[in-house]
């Protein structure tokens, strides 16, 4: 099936799947939206400044923690769920993947949970893994661990393996949504692409994957937000007890 303007067979999906296109029914986002190009080259623009000190620090203020490495590791699992979830949704089910190039999409970075994306132009990838290997692990998330670890001293295994907690969990839900809608082709597209990204070497060993579920070897620290607590793929079968400075990953 040919990707459509709209990209509208991702809409049954939930948020964490749509993307929005400027060539959709919807219209184009304000002009001074920012590019993801933009933002992990930290050029500066007029209405955020920079964008990802920006949304580090709307995140930190929304979950009412001090501390920025955890905000910062919370906002890339955030963007890292929106694009896998994308990129995913589109292979399993139109067989293709629309060109994620970070020239191409523009980041609302003061929207809501989740990230507001808008992609300018529907140009067709094939939908295999290393199409979407090269599409979100290398166009994306490695530049925007660079300036991560860059501003924030987060380690990088810490954020690979939101990449794999972000890709596992964009997996299971549409696998979900798949065999509870009788589409059990797309489920089988959707086990078999992830089986195969999670051999990249930028993933193979951030956990274990075993069907839909997974087990991280590191852990994103959201157990230090107030009120928070481990995740259902954490590495920790509890929350473990530190300091404000101890770091995990």
Do not use: K
């Not at 991702?10 to 002009?31: C, I, K, N, Q, Y």
């Not at 994103?220 to 995740?231: F, M, W």
């Amino acid at each position: 099936m040919d990707l459509d303007p709209d990209l509208a067979a991702l809409r049954p999906l939930g948020g964490f799947f749509v993307l929005r296109t400027t060539g959709g029914a919807e219209g184009a986002p304000a002009g001074s939206l920012p590019t993801l190009a933009e933002t992990y080259g930290a050029v500066r623009s007029d209405v955020y400044g920079d964008s990802i000190i920006f949304r580090v620090d709307t995140v930190a203020h929304r979950l009412r923690t001090p501390e920025l490495r955890v905000s910062a590791s919370i906002t890339q699992q955030g963007l890292a769920a929106r694009l896998w979830s994308a990129a995913l949704g589109c292979a399993a089910l139109y067989g293709r993947v629309p060109d994620l190039n970070p020239a191409a999409l523009r980041w609302d970075a003061g929207a809501a949970a989740p990230d507001d994306l808008w992609l300018t132009e529907v140009r067709p990838l094939p939908g295999y893994a290393d199409a979407l290997a090269a599409t979100v692990l290398e166009g994306h998330l490695e530049p925007l661990g660079v300036a991560l670890r860059a501003r924030y001293g987060i380690a990088a295994g810490l954020l690979r393996g939101n990449a794999g907690s972000a890709l596992a969990g964009a997996a299971r839900e549409l696998d979900r949504w798949a065999r509870a809608n009788g589409r059990t082709d797309v489920a089988h597209r959707a086990r078999a692409l992830t089986a195969e990204l999670f051999a990249h070497p930028l993933l193979r060993t951030t956990g274990t994957l075993t069907g839909t579920a997974f087990r991280r070897r590191s852990c994103c620290l959201y157990y230090r937000v107030p009120g928070g607590g481990i995740c259902g793929d954490c590495c920790f079968a509890r929350a473990p007890h530190s300091s404000p400075r101890a770091s995990s990953g």
